[in-house]
């Protein structure tokens, strides 16, 4: 069953995906969300072949047993996969820590994977209610806050993520999305510019985004969250 994951692309080294920690990055093919800022459209279709045999990557996770710390599982959208709990099983079996980066739509399967998470990288985008005009999914907005819900009611460790496009977010907007978070008990939110270089709608504009008006009314309303720039 494992050997049915999608795999979209593979970092075998990574000193940014999980926390203080040495990890390799498996990239899940496909996403049923078109979020206008996604900056992985190579990623978004579930129809394209896999670009790895899931025996490669395991063969490559054995040699790198007491050299890698975690694997990360990114995508994409992993949750959309059937092949992915098998596919942590197997790598926890390894002795890898596993981490997991997820928009969390789809709620019910992430459910079943979160006992076997170490630490998760969850996307918030926005209120409920605004999520369909960045993803183009009408039920995007439930979904991901169910998911969210999940994540934050458990036990492991996360770093809930809003990347900022002042297009789609207006400072005010972000204050309302952290007040909804905090109410949920949210301890780690990271507040982080929409990477502007590769992006899925052209009509975005494309310059280096300015967060300093996101952190001057965050420090109006005496909100601290760690900002990554
Ligand atoms: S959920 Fe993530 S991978 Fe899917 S379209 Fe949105 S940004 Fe891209």
Redo the contacts with the bound molecule.
């Keep these: 069953m494992s050997n049915e994951l999608h795999i979209g692309g593979f970092v075998p080294l990574s000193t940014i995906d999980y926390p203080d920690a040495l990890a390799a990055v498996i990239f899940c093919q496909g996403?049923s969300?078109?979020?206008r800022?996604?900056?992985?459209p190579e990623?978004?279709s579930a129809t394209e072949p896999s670009k790895f045999q899931w025996s490669e990557i395991l063969n490559f996770l054995k040699k790198r047993q007491g050299l890698l710390d975690a694997v990360v599982f990114s995508?994409?959208?992993p949750t959309l996969q059937k092949a992915l709990l098998p596919a942590i099983k197997q790598v926890q079996n390894l002795g890898f820590k596993i981490g997991m980066h997820t928009?969390g739509?789809n709620p019910n399967y992430l459910q079943q994977i979160l006992p076997y998470i170490d630490w998760i990288g969850f996307?918030i985008k926005a209120i409920e209610t605004d999520y369909s005009s960045i993803?183009g999914n009408s039920n995007s907005g439930k979904t991901a806050w169910d998911s969210a819900i999940q994540v934050i009611a458990s036990k492991i460790q996360y770093e809930i993520r809003i990347t900022v496009h002042p297009d789609l977010m207006s400072p005010q907007e972000l204050v309302i999305v952290i007040k909804k978070l905090e109410q949920l008990g949210t301890q780690n939110i990271v507040l982080q510019p929409c990477r502007t270089n590769t992006i899925?709608d052209p009509t975005l504009h494309n310059a280096l985004i300015d967060l300093k008006p996101y952190q001057d009314i965050l420090n109006t309303y005496g909100i601290q969250i760690h900002i990554r720039q």
């Design positions: 996403c969300w078109r979020c800022y996604c900056h992985n990623l978004l995508g994409g959208e928009a739509s996307d993803t899925l």
